[in-house]
């Protein structure tokens, strides 16, 4: 197994089930996480456009809630679960992790580590910091919390990726 992409992670949906994000692969994700009480929470309904936009493609979302900002997730599981069902969310939401720090989930301490994911370097600054993955599982790019779901910037880079041959 290629241990450079994020196939070797398990995480925690919010019923308490382990998913391996092997069963992701071939497709295209965009990791983001997440916060309920966020100035950047609107990006939960970019989020449900862009899924919309990438709907009959090889695409998926995956929203892992995360209180490591300004205490802007509260929630806690059922909670959440409620909160996402009003927001419409049509991508997988994960149990609520951290991100950062030496707690840090191992799948966040991968996408920080240039060693481990042999691309780049990149800690959320805030909720709504965006990974790119490709099929491959391999992380390719990241976006900033004040990049919306829906632009351009992001949407190309998905379309490249879906194209591209595995």
Same mark, same amino acid.
């Given at each position: 197994m290629?241990?450079?992409?994020?196939? =070797?992670f398990?995480v925690? =949906?919010?019923n308490g089930?382990?998913?391996s994000?092997s069963?992701?692969k071939d497709?295209v994700?965009?990791?983001?996480n997440t916060?309920?009480q966020?100035g950047?929470t *609107?990006?939960?309904?970019d989020?449900v456009?862009?899924?919309? =936009?990438f709907?009959?493609k090889?695409?998926?979302?995956?929203a /892992? @809630?995360?209180?490591?900002f300004?205490g802007?997730? *509260?929630?806690e599981?059922?909670?959440?679960?409620?909160?996402?069902?009003?927001?419409?969310?049509?991508? *997988?939401?994960?149990?609520?992790?951290r991100?950062?720090? @030496?707690?840090? $989930?191992p799948?966040?301490?991968?996408f920080?580590?240039?060693?481990?994911?042999?691309?780049?370097?990149?800690t959320p600054r805030?909720? /709504? $910091?965006?990974?790119?993955?490709?099929k491959?599982g391999?992380?390719t790019d /990241?976006f900033y919390p /004040?990049t919306?779901?829906t632009?351009?910037?992001?949407?190309k880079?998905?379309?490249?990726?879906?194209?591209a041959k595995s």
């Amino acid at each position: 197994m290629n241990e450079n992409n994020i196939y =070797q992670f398990n995480v925690l =949906q919010l019923n308490g089930e382990e998913v391996s994000l092997s069963d992701y692969k071939d497709k295209v994700l965009l990791v983001v996480n997440t916060a309920s009480q966020c100035g950047f929470t *609107p990006q939960l309904k970019d989020l449900v456009d862009l899924k919309e =936009q990438f709907k009959d493609k090889d695409f998926e979302i995956l929203a /892992f @809630p995360s209180n490591d900002f300004g205490g802007q997730e *509260p929630l806690e599981g059922q909670q959440i679960v409620s909160f996402c069902e009003n927001v419409g969310t049509n991508y *997988p939401v994960f149990e609520k992790i951290r991100v950062r720090g @030496p707690y840090a $989930h191992p799948l966040y301490k991968f996408f920080a580590d240039k060693k481990q994911n042999g691309k780049l370097k990149s800690t959320p600054r805030w909720n /709504f $910091h965006k990974f790119l993955v490709s099929k491959a599982g391999v992380v390719t790019d /990241f976006f900033y919390p /004040f990049t919306k779901p829906t632009s351009s910037k992001i949407r190309k880079k998905i379309a490249r990726l879906l194209s591209a041959k595995s």
